[in-house]
C-alpha cells in the first residue's frame, strides 16, 4: 500500500524567506509523486510532479522539488517566498505506468 | 484551458436526504474519479471510473454511495441518505487515457453541509 506523510501541518515563513514543505512516502515500487497546491476556496493546482528521469523537477510559480529514493522524500522547496505563496499544499504519489490509478495524498501543509 | 466544472458549489441538506453532486471532466479525459476533504483532514480518494464502471473504490465509498456517467459528459456522485459526517468538500477529479503521466485534474470543488 502507497501512503504519504508530510510533516508539519503549519508552515510559517517570512516574505523573501526559504520555503521547504517536508513530503515522505511509502511505496513498494517507485512511484510517480506530485505536489498540489490548493488557494482558499478553490480546487488543487498541480505545482510539480516526478515521473521518472531527472529528479530535480521545476514547477509553477518558482517550486522545485527533489526525488531522493535513498531517503523516501520529495520535499518541495523554493528559494525565496512570496505573499501569494500563501496555500495549502498537498503532497501526493500515484502507481507508475497505470493510467486511472488513484492519486493518495498527505494530510497537507498550510504555508502562511 | 479546459478545466473540471463542478455544481453545485455548495449545498446543505438534511440527514437523511439524497445528494447529487454534478461534475462535468474534462472533455477529452477518460478516467473520472470522486475525493472529498472533511474540513480540516486531508484530501482522501472515494472512487475512480473508467469506461462506465468502478476501477477502484476506497473503504469510505460504502453502499450509500454511487456513481454515474448519464450522458457522457457528465460525471455525478449521489449519496443516498446523508449523514452528519458526509458534510466535506468534494472534489471531482479528470485524468487522460494511456500514456498519461498520472495528473489529475482537479474541480473547485462542492462543498456539503449536512444539517
Known amino acids: 500500500a502507497q501512503s504519504v506523510t508530510q510533516l508539519g501541518s503549519h508552515v510559517s515563513v517570512s516574505e523573501g524567506a526559504l520555503v521547504l514543505l517536508r513530503c515522505n512516502y511509502s511505496?513498494?515500487?517507485?512511484?510517480?509523486l506530485f505536489w498540489y497546491v490548493q488557494y482558499p476556496n478553490q480546487g488543487l493546482q498541480l505545482l510539480l510532479k516526478?515521473?521518472?528521469?531527472?529528479?530535480l523537477v521545476k514547477g509553477i510559480n518558482g517550486f522545485e522539488a527533489e526525488f531522493k529514493k535513498s531517503e523516501t522524500s520529495f520535499h518541495l522547496t523554493k528559494p525565496s517566498a512570496h505573499m501569494s505563496d500563501a496555500a495549502e499544499y498537498f503532497c501526493?504519489?500515484?502507481?507508475?505506468?497505470?493510467?486511472?490509478?488513484?492519486?493518495?495524498f498527505g494530510k497537507g501543509t498550510t504555508l502562511s | 484551458e479546459p478545466e473540471v466544472t463542478q455544481t453545485p458549489s455548495h449545498q446543505v441538506t438534511q440527514m437523511g436526504q439524497e445528494v447529487i453532486l454534478r461534475c462535468v471532466p474534462i472533455?477529452?479525459?477518460?478516467?473520472f474519479y470522486w475525493y472529498r476533504q472533511i474540513l480540516g483532514q486531508k484530501v482522501e480518494f472515494l472512487v475512480s471510473?473508467?469506461?462506465?464502471?468502478?476501477?477502484?473504490k476506497s473503504e469510505i465509498f460504502d453502499d450509500q454511495f454511487s456513481v454515474e456517467r448519464p450522458d457522457g459528459s457528465n460525471f455525478t456522485l449521489k449519496i443516498r441518505s446523508t449523514k452528519l459526517e458526509d458534510s466535506a468538500m468534494y472534489f471531482c477529479?479528470?485524468?487522460?487515457?494511456?500514456?498519461?503521466?498520472?495528473?489529475?485534474?482537479f474541480g473547485e470543488g462542492s462543498r456539503l453541509t449536512v444539517l
Open positions: 477529479a479528470s485524468s487522460e487515457s494511456q500514456g498519461g503521466s498520472g495528473e489529475l485534474f
Open positions: 511505496s513498494s515500487v517507485p512511484p510517480y
Open positions: 516526478y515521473t521518472t528521469g531527472a529528479t
Open positions: 501526493a504519489v500515484s502507481r507508475p505506468n497505470q493510467a486511472g490509478t488513484a492519486l493518495i
Open positions: 472533455s477529452n479525459h477518460l478516467y
Open positions: 471510473f473508467y469506461n462506465n464502471e468502478i476501477s477502484e
